[in-house]
């Protein structure tokens, strides 16, 4: 109990840094708190006080690690709304969506001069050019900071403090791009993104535009090129969660391989198996920053399965969380990846067994440990997206239940599809027929239970 209270400590004193305007007369009441405790503990040696001053010293380590992140200031702030001439490095795969695109650019010089700390600015360009990770670029355009927006569901988005996650303080808009060369970036994540990339076009190959842009949003978490019906399809359902790139995607899909699997094979090695497809989905998805931490939080979550500890596998879930947020404190209220991996993967630690026990009923092992885990992780993520979004699929258990039992099948399928193209076009058409009526069937479900009057639930 004491080590949940210590990291609850720190991660208040965090919060407290950011919420509240004028720290200064705040830090000097919990220093001073900080001194009266310990000399209580020091006269009295009782543990109570011990306890209590640990606490206070974590809730001020919390300030100091918040205090850090927002005296960061950007080199670009007196060039705000300048239009300025940029060379830079393609950081990240550029995301495209119905504007153009997005990219994150790390800057290294501002006209002719090259500068001192490489940073890192959120770069829009209104095209669709093969822009790709680790090209050299040159960029014109205004620099803004970034506005905080307010959501379809009528929610206030700070979308500032998403960006300082990121180390991301400017953002150029509508910028005019040219390559200037394609060799920067690292030298192993860009040969991932490389392959990634002709899986994808492997694909494309045999599959329609359609089941490719779904099949990738499956395997890869990329939904750039997913219509808007069949996203609102997947949202209203409640199966959105199976092509977003979070913790909740992978550790539900890792999951449902293992259990896939477990029909054959015993539990140990099934669970080997889940571990091995999250490890595959973050490397075939390019090992970025966000999905090493919602990697790293589903295996977790394989790992408490193998042990059977559900009590050590939370402590290990939250010091890897608290380690994460000491990293990078925005994390903690403004990452709705993070968020979401951190509860799903509480779920299926502390509820997913018990409401198995209780699901005696249900005779098919693997389809009760389907619905155990799939109703424990809707527990704990319910109340957030309601929170985050004003809204929640009341048919999300059902529509999981029909559809997340193929989801391993679809990936095999889509997967061997991928692989099979490097070969033969001819060879990948057999895994790719039947990776067609799987997407099929998919799609038909989230469109059937989004069609229903009473799909979704909103404050």
Not at 284 to 289: I, K, T, V
Not at 385 to 413: D, E, K, Q, R, Y
Request: charged share 15%; with cysteine; hydrophobic share 50%.
């Amino acid at each position: 109990m004491n080590f949940y209270l210590f990291c609850l400590s720190f991660f208040i004193g965090i919060f407290l840094r950011f919420i509240l305007q004028d720290i200064f007369v705040p830090f000097i009441f919990i220093v001073s708190f900080v001194c009266a405790w310990f000399g209580f503990w020091i006269l009295t040696k009782q543990k109570i006080y011990k306890i209590v001053f640990f606490c206070a010293v974590l809730l001020s380590v919390g300030v100091f690690c918040a205090d850090h992140s927002l005296l960061k200031t950007s080199q670009f702030k007196n060039l705000e709304k300048t239009y300025v001439l940029l060379e830079g490095v393609v950081k990240a795969e550029p995301k495209m969506n119905d504007k153009g695109m997005q990219m994150q650019v790390e800057v290294l010089k501002v006209g002719s001069s090259t500068l001192f700390k490489k940073e890192t600015i959120l770069v829009g360009y209104e095209g669709y050019d093969s822009f790709v990770y680790g090209d050299t670029v040159k960029i014109g355009g205004v620099l803004e900071l970034p506005k905080s927006f307010e959501t379809e569901a009528g929610r206030t988005f700070n979308y500032p403090g998403y960006l300082a996650k990121d180390g991301i303080f400017f953002v150029i808009k509508k910028a005019k791009i040219e390559r200037v060369g394609s060799v920067g970036g690292n030298f192993l994540i860009s040969h991932l993104y490389g392959i990634k990339r002709i899986f994808v076009s492997k694909i494309e190959s045999v599959l329609s535009s359609g089941d490719t842009a779904l099949i990738s949003g499956i395997l890869l978490g990329s939904q750039d090129s997913i219509s808007k019906n069949i996203k609102e399809d997947f949202r209203k359902s409640g199966l959105m969660h199976i092509m977003v790139l979070s913790g909740y995607n992978i550790t539900v899909v890792g999951d449902a391989v293992s259990r896939f699997v477990n029909i054959w094979l015993s539990k140990f090695v099934s669970l080997g198996f889940g571990g091995f497809a999250i490890i595959l989905f973050a490397l075939l998805s390019g090992g970025g920053a966000s999905t090493v931490r919602s990697t790293i939080m589903a295996l977790i979550a394989i790992i408490g399965k193998i042990s059977g500890r559900e009590y050590d596998t939370f402590r290990t879930l939250v010091l890897v969380a608290t380690m994460m947020v000491a990293w990078s404190p925005y994390t903690l209220l403004y990452d709705p990846s993070f968020h979401l991996s951190f509860l799903a993967t509480a779920g299926m630690i502390l509820l997913s067994k018990h409401i198995e026990l209780k699901m005696v009923w249900i005779r098919f092992a693997t389809l009760r440990e389907i619905v155990a885990t799939t109703l424990a992780v809707q527990i704990f993520v319910t109340p957030y997206f309601l929170w985050s979004m004003g809204s929640v699929s009341v048919i999300s258990l059902a529509s999981n239940i029909l559809v997340l039992p193929i989801v391993p099948a679809t990936m095999f399928f889509g997967f061997i599809t991928g692989v099979s193209g490097f070969i033969s076009t001819y060879l990948a058409f057999i895994p790719g027929f039947i990776s067609h009526f799987l997407l099929l069937y998919t799609t038909a479900m989230a469109h059937f239970f989004a069609s229903l009057p009473f799909a979704v639930w909103g404050l």
